[in-house]
């Protein structure tokens, strides 16, 4: 199969459900195929690695986008992407992310532990109680969205009433990350990008005639004081990004993780007596079954990468889900080894784009999966799960478990704490 043929069975149905063996037919190309007029596919995790850092390539912002589809800013989902740090080069995208970095700072997120595993425990109650007599629950909907999205709510100043309003509204935007997207699809994503925007709207008035201790009154105030540091349309797409990537790349790991934790007892059994080896685990899981499986870069100077020559204006195709599973970076990536030395991902990206958010992802998978498996040391898939067909952002519909019995509460030990050595 040659790579043009591999990239249309990746894009398929078919293909975006389990991407990973037209990942290893493009990989039999080499680390960086060409697929196309001045358009590459990268498959190789030192090349991946290479282009995310290089200065050279960018993000597709507005100045691109404008010479590719003049009549984007008629659609909401594009333009609340666009106007964000998500889809912005330097110096734009430096100016906002540093605006909102210290709300993601190592030192605000390790203080969060406590906050995360107490909510993580109430969720397990809950589902305990929804599920006393024997019937499945869906994990996805009990505990892998209400978690992420209670955190992120909290930390953007979101009233707990109004979460479970985000999770069909961010599910429809997303579409339009994907590579391909039919104009159903695109108009399926204008009226989740709709919804958010006016909720958003709402809560900068409301966050404007009374501050909050939140991270949108403190953009709210950035903007007011000097639009020139944040303009009006600004703040609304970073209000949206911030909200719908601090919980849908989480739902997916932790839904992607249970799936592979449960179809491997034996590694769950060790986490479950040792719930200090979380975070390795977690690197594990985030390299054997990524949240997120590509993003793309445009180069804006000619380079040369993986033994071919990209000439300026290239389209360069990042497959992080492949760069995770290259066999001269990970011996025998298929296989599941949260023993691995010195994972290092690919799944939140580098460079000056690396996923804000990645250290709370990483702090809220690393409480949820031993407080799951010590809780719940039953816990069963009731069924196959339903993947959704989508390539970007890899994760469950549904996911429906049964507990079992639940383990004796002990409240003595927090979840995810250090314990003694075995």
Do not use: K
Not at 28 to 46: C, K, L, N, S
Not at 97 to 108: I, Q, T
């Amino acid at each position: 199969m040659d790579a043009a043929d591999a990239l249309t069975l990746l894009m398929s149905p078919q293909g975006r459900i389990d991407p990973y063996p037209t990942y290893e037919r493009l990989r039999a190309h080499g680390p960086v195929v060409e697929a196309g007029p001045v358009f590459y596919v990268v498959t190789g995790y030192a090349e991946a690695d290479e282009l995310l850092r290089d200065p050279r390539l960018g993000v597709m912002d507005a100045a691109i986008r404008d010479g590719l589809w003049p009549g984007w800013r008629d659609s909401p989902a594009v333009t609340s992407i666009s106007r964000s740090m998500l889809r912005t080069n330097p110096p734009d995208h430096s100016r906002m992310r540093r605006l909102a970095a210290g709300a993601f700072s190592p030192r605000r997120i390790a203080g969060m532990r406590g906050v995360v595993a107490a909510q993580a425990e109430e969720l397990v109650d809950a589902m305990v109680e929804r599920g006393r007599r024997g019937e499945p629950v869906d994990f996805l909907a009990d505990f892998a969205y209400p978690l992420p999205v209670g955190v992120i709510c909290a930390l953007l100043g979101v009233p707990p009433e109004d979460r479970p309003l985000f999770r069909r509204w961010a599910a429809d935007l997303t579409g339009v990350l994907e590579p391909e997207i039919t104009p159903d699809e695109l108009a399926v994503a204008d009226r989740g990008a709709a919804e958010l925007r006016g909720y958003f709207t709402d809560l900068v008035r409301a966050r404007r005639r009374a501050p909050a201790d939140d991270l949108t009154s403190a953009l709210v105030q950035v903007h007011d004081a000097d639009g020139e540091r944040l303009s009006g349309d600004e703040l609304l797409a970073n209000l949206v990004v911030l909200l719908v990537a601090g919980f849908e790349t989480t739902t997916n790991l932790l839904g992607n993780g249970l799936v592979v934790l449960l179809e491997h007892p034996r590694a769950a059994d060790a986490l479950r007596g040792h719930p200090d080896l979380a975070p390795a685990y977690v690197e594990e899981l985030l390299r054997y079954d990524s949240p997120v499986q590509l993003t793309t870069r445009m180069t804006t100077e000619p380079v040369r990468c993986g033994g071919l020559d990209l000439p300026a204006g290239s389209w360069a195709l990042l497959l992080l889900g492949a760069a995770n599973r290259d066999p001269r970076r990970y011996p025998e990536p298929a296989r599941f080894d949260p023993w691995r030395a010195q994972a290092h991902p690919l799944s939140f990206g580098a460079g000056p784009h690396y996923c804000l958010g990645a250290g709370l992802a990483r702090l809220e998978a690393q409480v949820a999966f031993p407080l799951l498996l010590r809780r719940l040391p039953e816990l069963a898939l009731a069924g196959r799960p339903r993947r959704r067909t989508r390539l970007t952002l890899r994760g469950y519909d549904t996911l429906p478990v049964t507990l079992g019995t639940p383990a004796l509460v002990d409240r003595g030990t927090p979840a995810g704490a250090r314990p003694g050595t075995p």
